[in-house]
């Protein structure tokens, strides 16, 4: 026997469908994930990353990355507050001002070692 959804249930349905993507914990989410979501990193907005729409040129492209910065914690204490090493940098203090927590960072770093 088959039984017909009802138009209450079947829009609680689409309803969870359609938010379910915006609920992933950043547990759940990848380096790329978190680099590209505009709501964290936003690495796109100032860099060209490798399968990146609509990047920025604002900040240099994200190559080759162990090799630019072959120390990780180097490049962690980059994402973590760029005006450490640079005081007029326009990139955010992405761990300073909590936009990134240091689990997310570490994500992000895992990401770029691939490129």
Not at 37 to 66: F, Q, T, W
Not at 80 to 96: C, E, L, R, Y
Request: hydrophobic residues 45%; contains cysteine.
């Amino acid at each position: 026997m088959i039984k017909k959804i009802t138009p209450v249930a079947a829009a609680l349905l689409l309803l969870i469908v359609t938010l379910l993507p915006g609920f992933v914990s950043a547990a759940e989410q990848t380096g790329k994930d978190i680099a590209f979501d505009r709501s964290k990193g936003n690495c796109l907005a100032c860099h060209a990353i490798e399968d990146g729409d609509m990047p920025g040129n604002i900040g240099p492209p994200l190559i080759v990355m162990k090799a630019r910065f072959p120390d990780r914690e180097a490049l962690k204490a980059q994402i973590w507050d760029a005006t450490v090493k640079n005081p007029i940098s326009i990139m955010p203090p992405f761990g300073k001002h909590d936009i990134l927590s240091d689990t997310e960072i570490e994500k992000i770093l895992d990401y770029l070692y691939t490129l």
